[in-house]
Each structure stands twice: as structure tokens, then as C-alpha cells.
């Protein structure tokens, strides 16, 4: 497991899975800004699963924290970047269905 409780068979399906940002789309590359950070999709570090475990670039990350993803959609963050319901990543868009929030 690594530091944040992600089996290593799991690390390595999200790394697989996940090229670019959940969020933005912005492929993951060396500097600092678009390297991969490990994204907890519902703010529950004891859920680690597939469904809830993603990855995503650094600013999203941070501009996420611990907000609530169908809060931060509506935010000024998501609304500068272009990020909705209808841009982010298939897994992000399961947990919005999962959410029972309406993807128009």
C-alpha cells in the first residue's frame, strides 16, 4: 500500500486508467502543476475502491480539497477551467450518477 491506503494492484489500475486529469483533461507531464495526485472522488478516505480512488492534476486537487464534487462543479474554479458535469472523466461522471446528481 502507499500513503494514502491504495493497494498497489489498485495504484496500478488508476495509473493505468487515468492519463490525464479527471477533472480538466490536462495530460499528465513532468512539471509540477500536471503531475498526478491521488483523488479520493467522494471526500471518504475509507473508501478505496476503483469507483472512488482517481487521479487528478495538482490544481484541481487543490482547488477540490475537501469539497463536496457536486459543490465544486458549480465552482468559480470549474466555471474558469470549462469543467462540468458533461467535461469531466467517465469515472467522475459514474459518481455523479452514483450521487444521484443529474448530468444534463
Do not use: Q
Amino acid at each position: 500500500m502507499n500513503r494514502w491506503n491504495i493497494p498497489r494492484w489498485l495504484e496500478d489500475e488508476v495509473r493505468a486508467r487515468d492519463k490525464r486529469c479527471v477533472y480538466c483533461g490536462t495530460p499528465f507531464g513532468i512539471d509540477y502543476t500536471s503531475k498526478p495526485t491521488w483523488e479520493h472522488i467522494i471526500n471518504n478516505a475509507k473508501i478505496i475502491t476503483n469507483n472512488n480512488i482517481a487521479l487528478c492534476c495538482w490544481s484541481c486537487n487543490a482547488s477540490k480539497g475537501s469539497k463536496e464534487l457536486s459543490y465544486w462543479l458549480e465552482s468559480s474554479y470549474c466555471k474558469k477551467k470549462n469543467i462540468n458535469r458533461k467535461t469531466v472523466a467517465d469515472i467522475i461522471k459514474k459518481a455523479l450518477i452514483h450521487l444521484r446528481i443529474k448530468i444534463s
